[in-house]
């Protein structure tokens, strides 16, 4: 059964770094030509984007985490990751990866619309202390 699974979350002082990881069991490279993207859900708030790693590693991230967060990939290993550094309260939330349903998107593709994507992990505590 393909599935995501997230590792790495857990609680911090503001000001603290994490880094987030999503894993496949599938064979290797299987996510290769999907682009791969991190999303995030606090308590009594809607599910929102955070980052995004398309097809040829270009790179996209909501304006609240831009300097702060760094998404990336290695398809070798159906690996994605999210290293989140200067963590504020804010950033408080379960984090979910998730796989694009467009296979092959092309080199400038970007969404940031949960309904794009098809395959889900089942998320990852988030919890930034001030």
């Known amino acids: 059964q393909r599935q995501l699974v997230e590792s790495g979350g857990g609680l911090v002082q503001a000001g603290g770094s994490l880094r987030l990881s999503c894993g496949s069991s599938?064979?290797?490279?299987?996510?290769?030509?999907?682009?791969m993207a991190w999303f995030r859900q606090a308590p009594g708030k809607e599910r929102e984007f955070v980052a995004l790693?398309?097809?040829?590693?270009?790179?996209y991230l909501t304006d609240s985490v831009k300097g702060r967060f760094t998404i990336s990939r290695d398809n070798a290993q159906n690996m994605v990751y999210l290293q989140m550094d200067s963590l504020e309260p804010e950033d408080t939330a379960v984090y979910y990866c998730?796989?694009?349903?467009?296979?092959?998107?092309?080199?400038?593709?970007?969404?940031?619309?949960?309904?794009?994507?098809?395959?889900w992990g089942q998320g990852t505590q988030v919890t930034v202390s001030s």
């Open positions: 599938q064979r290797s490279s299987f996510i290769s030509p999907y682009a």
């Open positions: 998730a796989k694009d349903r467009t296979f092959g998107s092309s080199r400038d593709y970007f969404s940031s619309d949960p309904a794009d994507f098809d395959l």
């Open positions: 790693i398309n097809t040829a590693g270009r790179t």
